[in-house]
């Protein structure tokens, strides 16, 4: 999965790439963070903040064109 990520990365859209980078390392710092605490709430606060914040990058990433039409 991460293979595959860091391979897409490289074709996403690079307006405010920066911005994005900034706010995945918070989001990883963060997690290390809770998983450091080993305390199960907050491993659990802090992946769902970066998948959801790491999907919407994606989504919005995709050109509207090959974007996948709802169901």
């Known amino acids: ?11 996403w ?4 790439e920066r911005q994005r980078n ?3 390392i918070q989001e990883h ?6 998983l450091k605490s080993r305390d199960p709430a907050k491993v659990d ?3 769902r903040k970066h998948l ?3 999907r919407q990058t994606l989504l919005t ?8 039409q709802p169901a």
């Open 1 to 11: 999965v991460i293979a595959m990520i860091f391979h897409y990365h490289y074709q």
């Open 13 to 16: 859209n690079k307006a405010e």
């Open 22 to 24: 900034e706010v995945a």
């Open 29 to 34: 710092l963060a997690y290390i963070a809770a």
């Open 45 to 47: 606060a802090a992946c």
């Open 52 to 54: 959801k914040s790491a």
């Open 61 to 68: 990433s995709i050109p509207e064109g090959r974007q996948a």
